[in-house]
């Protein structure tokens, strides 16, 4: 099974316009604490009100941000196309999953790139049963909360650390 390494944000719930924070300064226009949902997020939807004009508004970091799929992933895969809009005590749940799973779609996008080396026949196949790991249908939605910091990931981030031979020849 393959996983989108791309946002889609017509499938999320806009996770980042409520999980992120904002640091006024030359990306964003505004200071907004992780949590709470951003101004400019449509009053009905997931939509941005100002999409058109991020770069006008100030907030060329949100044109710059990609969850690498990380949002939808948590809508459709863990919370069946739920929103935390519909339900607020979804939040906290939402915004925990959305750290984690960003977190192993980083990794994913990292083991994608390592498939394409001249790996040995052994680390191939160590890459392919780290990425299975981070699979939809292998994971729990406590799993992808408690992924950063967890075994998996450091397990993940030592084979990588371990491919070095391969691109510095």
Not at 44 to 66: A, M, N, T
Not at 86 to 94: F, G, K, Q, R, S
Request: charged share 20%; net charge negative.
């Amino acid at each position: 099974m393959t996983v989108s390494l791309t946002e889609d944000c017509a499938s999320c719930a806009a996770l980042c316009c409520l999980a992120l924070a904002f640091d006024r300064g030359e990306s964003f226009a505004i200071d907004k604490p992780a949590g709470v949902p951003c101004p400019n997020l449509s009053p009905v939807g997931h939509g941005c009100s100002i999409h058109d004009r991020l770069h006008q508004e100030g907030f060329s970091g949100c044109v710059r941000y990609s969850c690498t799929g990380a949002g939808q992933r948590v809508v459709q895969e863990l919370f069946a196309g739920r929103s935390w809009r519909d339900d607020p005590a979804l939040v906290a749940p939402m915004m925990q999953a959305f750290r984690g799973m960003r977190a192993m779609q980083e990794r994913l996008v990292i083991l994608t790139a390592a498939k394409n080396l001249k790996l040995s026949e052994v680390d191939a196949a160590r890459c392919e049963a780290l990425m299975s790991q981070l699979m939809p249908g292998e994971i729990e939605q406590q799993e992808v909360a408690d992924f950063p910091g967890s075994a998996l990931q450091s397990e993940i981030d030592t084979f990588v650390s371990g491919l070095r031979s391969y691109v510095t020849g």
